[in-house]
T-cell receptor, first 118, second 113 residues
Framework: ETGVTQSPTHLIKTRGQQVTLRCSSQ?????VSWYQQALGQGPQFIFQ???????GRGNFPPRFSGLQFPNYSSELNVNALELDDSALYLC?????????????????FGPGTRLTVL | DAKTTQPPSMDCAEGRAANLPCNHSTISGNEYVYWYRQIHSQGPQYIIHGLKNNETNEMASLIITEDRKSSTLILPHATLRDTAVYYCIVRGNSGGGADGLTFGKGTHLIIQP
């Protein structure tokens, strides 16, 4: 167990709807990253938040957005859902950033939220 | 981040050592080698990382060649619970991690009873 929790575990939505996924970081971690994992593929980086600010983004459109709260928990929001958004969504927490620490590369993943878009 | 190449799948007998190779011929001097694994229906789990020296922890050993162009993750006494997809990731400590970890397709290790 990593101490990272995600909710809900499973979700079914229809095309065009909006969805919010939630993540609670491991205690003491100030950085959270979100990943999308399609079936049979490795996780793909969506974005990262550090101290409530978006710190970097992968190749995902603006309809994927996020928030990080003062307690370092986080949300992933996806608008205008498409069938290809069906995937396992993973969040990972870590401590620190570059500048003398490698700890952000040791990321602790939650169990994921399985999203199905019909 | 440097690109990595791993075999898509491997088998290993329970109780034997599992040796998982990874090629990273374009690795640069400040990039580390990280290994994660993902057991079915779970999130990825950090295993180990190293720069140029061999590393060992309670889960595994990491052997990096002298030229750093390849590495091997060793699970010394594989159990059925080690069946998972293993990802080799090469990454530096600059850039703030703002582009996240780059996962390939990894190696699906199957431990046979």
């Amino acid at each position: 167990e990593t101490g990272v929790t995600q909710s809900p575990t499973h979700l079914i939505k229809t095309r065009g709807q909006q969805v919010t996924l939630r993540c609670s970081s491991q205690s003491g971690h100030n950085t959270v990253s979100w990943y999308q994992q399609a079936l049979g593929q490795g996780p793909q980086f969506i974005f990262q938040y550090y101290r409530e600010e978006e710190n970097g983004r992968g190749n995902f459109p603006p309809r994927f957005s996020g928030l990080q709260f003062p307690n370092y928990s986080s949300e992933l929001n996806v608008n205008a859902l498409e069938l290809d958004d069906s995937a396992l969504y993973l969040c990972a927490s870590s401590s620190g950033l570059a500048g003398g620490t490698l700890s952000y590369n040791e990321q602790f993943f939650g169990p994921g939220t399985r999203l199905t878009v019909l | 981040d440097a690109k990595t190449t791993q075999p898509p799948s491997m088998d290993c007998a329970e109780g034997r050592a599992a040796n998982l190779p990874c090629n990273h011929s374009t690795i640069s001097g400040n990039e580390y080698v990280y290994w994660y694994r993902q057991i079915h229906s779970q999130g990825p789990q950090y295993i180990i990382h190293g720069l140029k020296n061999n590393e060992t922890n309670e889960m595994a050993s990491l052997i990096i060649t002298e030229d750093r162009k390849s590495s091997t993750l060793i699970l010394p006494h594989a159990t059925l619970r080690d069946t998972a997809v293993y990802y080799c990731i090469v990454r530096g400590n600059s850039g703030g991690g703002a582009d996240g970890l780059t996962f390939g397709k990894g190696t699906h290790l199957i431990i046979q009873p």
